[in-house]
């Protein structure tokens, strides 16, 4: 089990993470990222799973600079999507580098996102001092797929469309726009 631990972003903000530590030798460091829904038990699961797996696994709480402490329920997409319009992806981003700098005290470092989270990762991957991103259904990246990655070594982007991709009749009904989403792995180095 983790326990909850304060960052502080270059900016002097402070923010609220889920740290999982492992029992052993560390073998990297992984910075989970959350949904619209903040951190819940399932992405603290998540972060004590890598823990278990050898990994020192951080969750920033990513809407503290809007409402600290925040947890919501799956049903509350709406204000989830509030809360996620509100940030500035500069903000962001300095609030993942301050968990991938905790991170990073276990060797390399890998940002994995969920949703929202998964966009984030995929941000980090231009905007942060990482080894490897990985982003599950991220579909806000095609905001900033013309972004060069920081990371050493190939990127992967596996999409179902281009770039300036149409509505697609047979898309995922899931997707609220009728997007297809794409699935993005950038990785550099193996962790």
């Known amino acids: 089990m983790g326990e909850t631990i304060e960052l502080t972003a270059s900016d002097g903000h402070n923010l ?3 740290r999982a530590d492992p029992d052993g030798t560390l073998k990297a460091g992984v910075v989970i990222l959350q949904e619209i829904f903040g ?7 998540v972060a004590d799973e890598y823990a278990a797996r050898g ?3 951080i969750a920033p709480a990513m809407f503290d600079r809007i409402q600290p402490g925040v947890t919501l329920d799956y049903t509350a997409i709406e204000q989830g999507r509030g809360l996620m319009m509100q940030l500035n992806l500069d903000n962001a981003a300095q609030d993942m580098a301050a968990a991938a700098s905790v991170a990073r005290t276990a060797g390399k470092v890998a940002v994995i996102g969920y949703c929202w989270g998964g966009a984030m990762a995929d941000l980090a991957a231009c905007r942060i001092n990482i080894d490897a991103a990985v982003a599950y259904y991220g579909r806000m990246i095609v905001e900033w797929l013309d972004h060069e990655t920081s990371l050493p070594g190939d990127v992967s982007l596996r999409r179902n469309r281009p770039a300036d991709s149409r509505r697609d009749d047979r898309a995922d009904q899931s997707s609220p726009s009728g997007w297809r989403i794409p699935h993005v792995s950038r990785c550099g180095t193996r962790l």
Do not use: D, F, M
Request: glycine fraction near 0%.
């Open 55 to 57: 990994y020192l696994a």
């Open 39 to 45: 951190v819940t038990n399932h992405i603290q699961a």
């Open 16 to 18: 609220s993470a889920y």
